[in-house]
């Protein structure tokens, strides 16, 4: 009788700890430890669901002075999951995991989704994806025309044509930063691609990161060995590719590229952006909300609230510890054009001139420092922030580290950045317009 | 060998009691992704007619807030084309107490969004925030819901933004001028055949009376939706929403359905020319139900099984075992009274239409032999459902966004938590019964479009390129 009663009560119990357990709140930080002499090991444990997040990261990136000898390297890095039967694909299709290859400017990646007790088969399907040398040749030839295909559509899409122009001004012609400036070709046989990516694959300072319902434990126990041993590459091969950038008085200060069929004229105007590391970082984020980063922005304001010129105007910048493009973009109708392009440049003098507002510095700190918590709903956001840190070499939390330093800015701070940024000598309007 | 009857018995009672004990871990181990409701979540319609739904869920860092609108722009009327979309521009427009930007500057100051989108089916209005700036949402929407500020200057504005809006989305780069014209084409005069952003001349053409005829149809309780979900207090938000929105009066309809697209008469073919680069494009469009069909959840699975994976096998045999095309996908336009399943293909220019059809007609034959079902793939599928659902769960935005869905969509709020369940109940025979019904015995619509210009070296020696190139 005893016994009888005793395994249920116990089952129960366990049960109730365990739904408590699995209740819990969200993403826990960011654990870090040494896989092996090349390899960092992160985990971010999150028990609420029986899911796991799984990211190989390569510290070089489509600006590192190593891949861009070659776009084969971006690309093996894609189609080491195309083998010309599709048995690799297949498999991650039984497996329900979520496969994908990405590259940016300072990393590749391959990231794993896939169910927790799904795990341990889908760990021995990453190290045949890894191991597969059977790259698709005709897979390769397919995508050599329908990047031709794909390129030609895009100098029939004004944003595409602005971005490429803007590309070509403010970039020279050998800064991975302009590219492409023609239809990506993938060269070289299926040797020398797989050859690429293991190359890729060795590379030192690289991360296993691994997101949801893992302890620390099971954690290590998937990343070690995970990958094949490193290689001892000549530092060089892992600096930038970056070349100094084109001066604005080298540029053109305005450009127009004409399309068929346009019922409107799209704008960019653009300069180069500061790097993360500028003194100036923090005040530009500041005041590039509240010139266009909101909806209601100066330049929204001025564009779209008053008069309906336009459906969105907006400004940006690339979020890099290199110099990235600065951009000013809207669009209007083709008989509004020449009232948006002065009311642009207008608004930009009025900001320049006159800086921010208590009101707008208050306004704008506050949606910064409240918008950190969307980035932390789920294990993979917390994991993919961290990451994106590491491969550039910042501390963990920079980026929120930055919003704390421009939240800590004096008003006249942010104004004496602005007065220094927001130089009109230093933009170049580009145009869209109907041929 | 024969055990005696009492340690035969003892021992099946432990087996029995341990296998209860293993269930009860499981449920618990489980019980946040398949309990048909989640613990706390209140569903409750007001006696004014509003439907309130709040999921309580202390993990959620953010409270995500919907207000539905039972209403699209599938329920204009010809000539009216993009008034939905434009109205839901105007209630952004500020209150008789509010001020136009009062609602975004609550969201804004700490860091929260706020937003909305009008589809063929609802409109709806999007608020997530931080749970410290949650308390004032509630009131901001019940002051717009019933004291919206209509006014001339600001309907003549929202007009010129929205054309821009209509020619950003719609006018301006080739390969949607010509989605879109393939949907006018297939469904021709059905609510769904024209974009929610509508037309330019209906735009232009709408007057503050229709406006306000509109908000006093439409946007009231009778025909509202109110979703939370996120870090609160059910039945203290409860109360709220019970003070804040109960008060409201008991007005507003429901716009009636519209036709199901499947039974829609459709043409045959439709031809379409645009100014695309060198490519031939053809469509195989199949009409499927609603979502609120007997058979939904079997063409959920369908679906996904045939353009959800990675070895997807109608690319796999088209494209890659065949080498018939140089692209092949399969896509889907999922609406409220159902929409098209869609095969496509694109080929160099040197192929002709009849090639591009037969080819694709061969492929829909082959899946026809249902090699792509088995036991094993559709039990992988069900589990990458039940990840993607797993997953949604992680964010506040997606648990309202399915809670709105499913109420609208399927009449049932409680579908939101059950879909894993549903999915994995649907049988192989379920799913082979869905592709027989809607693909294997259905005459597809066979869209085709060209470019307009093909290079004149490709007009004189395409017929070589299939020596050199794929397709």
Known sequence: ?435 | MIQPRQARSARAGRRLLLALSLLGLAWALLGTAYAATPPGFIHEVLPNGMEVSILPDPSHPIVATRVWYDVGAANEDPGTRGFVHLFEHLMFGGTATRDKRAYWDHHHACGGSSNAYTDWDETVYQSDIPPAGHGQVLEMEADRMIHLRLDQENLDNEKRIVTEELRMRTENDPMTRVQLAALKGVLREHPYAVSPVGTREDIAAVSLERVRDFYARYYKPRNAHLIVVGPVDGDSLLSDVRRIFGALPAAGVTPPDVPPPLGWPCPPEVDLKEDLPPAKIAFLAYMLPPPSAPDADAIAVLCELLAGGYANPYHEDLVVRRRKALFGEVMRLDLRRGGPFVFVSGVLPNRSKADQFRDMGETVKNLGRKDWLTDESLAALKRKLMRRYENQNYFAADRAEAIGAERWWTGDVGRAFDRAERIGAVTRGQVAAAFDRYIGEASPVRIYIEPERIPLLVRMFGWLLPLFVHA
């Not at chain 1, 969200?26 to 028990?47: K, M, R």
């Not at chain 1, 008053?306 to 459906?311: D, K, Q, R, S």
């Not at chain 1, 007065?419 to 869209?432: G, K, Q």
């Open chain 1, 1 to 435: 009788m005893r016994t009888l009663f005793t395994i249920p009560v116990a089952g129960l119990l366990l049960a109730t700890v365990a739904t408590l357990a699995h209740a819990a709140s969200g993403p826990g930080e960011p654990q870090i430890w040494v896989v092996d002499s090349s390899t960092t090991g992160v985990l971010v444990e999150d028990h609420r669901a029986p899911l796991v997040e799984l990211r190989l990261v390569l510290p070089v990136g489509g600006w590192s002075a190593w891949p861009p000898r070659s776009y084969a390297v971006g690309a093996a890095w894609d189609l080491q999951f195309r083998d010309p039967r599709g048995v690799l694909r297949a498999r991650a299709d039984r497996l329900a995991a979520d496969v994908s290859f990405s590259g940016d400017a300072h990393s590749f990646t391959f990231a794993v989704g896939c169910r927790r007790e799904d795990l341990d088969s889908v760990l021995v399907l990453v190290r045949d994806i890894l191991a597969n040398r059977a790259f698709d040749a005709r897979e390769i030839a397919r995508r050599n025309r329908t990047n031709v295909i794909e390129w030609k559509a895009g100098q029939r899409n004004p944003d595409y044509m602005l971005s490429l122009t803007a590309r070509r001004l403010l970039w020279r012609e050998n800064d991975p930063r302009a590219w492409p400036l023609k239809p990506w070709r993938i060269g070289g046989d299926v040797a020398r691609l797989a050859a690429a990516r293991d190359s890729l694959l060795r590379l030192p300072r690289r991360c296993v990161g691994i997101a949801g319902d893992l302890t620390r434990t099971e954690a290590e126990r998937v990343a070690a060995g995970l990958m094949p041993p490193a290689t001892n590459y000549p530092p060089a091969l892992l600096e930038s590719g970056l070349k100094p950038v084109r001066p604005a008085d080298l540029r053109p200060r305005d450009e127009t590229v004409s399309l068929p069929r346009l019922t409107q004229v799209y704008f960019k105007y653009v300069r180069h952006a500061l790097p993360l590391g500028a003194s100036d970082w923090p005040a530009l984020l500041v005041a590039n909300h509240v010139l266009g980063g909101n909806f209601y922005s100066r330049l929204s304001s001025a564009l779209r609230h008053e008069g309906g010129y336009t459906y969105s105007a907006s400004s940006g910048f690339g979020v890099e510890p290199d110099t990235t493009m600065y951009e000013i973009g809207t669009y209007t109708r083709t008989a509004s054009a020449d009232t948006v392009e002065r009311r642009i440049r207008a608004v930009l003098a009025t900001f320049r001139e006159r800086g921010i507002t208590e009101e707008e510095r208050a306004a704008a700190v506050g949606f910064l420092q409240g918008r950190r918590t969307f980035q932390r709903q789920s294990p993979a956001q917390v994991l993919d922030r961290f990451l994106w840190e590491r491969v550039r070499g910042l501390a963990p939390g920079a980026r929120d580290a930055a919003v704390d330093r421009a939240a800590a800015l004096s008003l006249d701070e942010i104004n004496a950045a602005i007065r220094r940024f927001y130089d009109p000598a230093a933009f170049t309007m580009i145009r869209a317009r109907v041929k």
